[in-house]
């Protein structure tokens, strides 16, 4: 059982920066892959960026990549999203989520693919 606890959101300009940040329960944070998701307002989950067990790989979805930079602390139980360059359309709720399998590609941007989720936290970005 993992507990997942997002914080770090808030509200910002556009073209500003915030970075979340997401504790995790637990003495096996380094067996999961972690994952950030977003939601919008009357829009379904979203995948937003994805790192490994041992933060050797990183995968973006195409509208963050250049932008925003996930990262992890085995030893503090926390993975980070550093989100530079923001812009209105990146507004939403954002999660972390853990993943104890290895995925392709495809899987690790499925939401149904994580088994742990946080209670989530929020970004707004003003014009």
């Known amino acids: 059982q993992v507990q997942l606890v997002e914080s770090g959101g808030g509200l910002v300009q556009a073209g500003g920066s915030l970075k979340l940040s997401c504790a995790a329960s637990?003495?096996?944070?380094?067996?999961?892959?972690m994952g950030w998701f977003r939601q919008a307002p009357g829009k379904e989950r979203e995948f937003v960026a994805r790192i490994s067990r041992s933060a050797l790989n990183t995968n973006y979805a195409d509208s963050v990549k250049g932008r925003f930079s996930i990262s992890r602390d085995n030893a503090k139980n926390t993975v980070y999203l550093q989100m530079n360059s923001l812009k209105t359309e990146d507004t939403a709720v954002y999660y972390c989520a853990a993943d104890p399998r290895i995925r392709t590609l495809v899987q690790m941007m499925s939401p149904e693919s994580y088994d742990y989720w946080g209670q989530g936290t929020q970004v707004t970005v003003s014009s």
């Open positions: 637990g003495r096996t944070f380094s067996s999961y892959g």
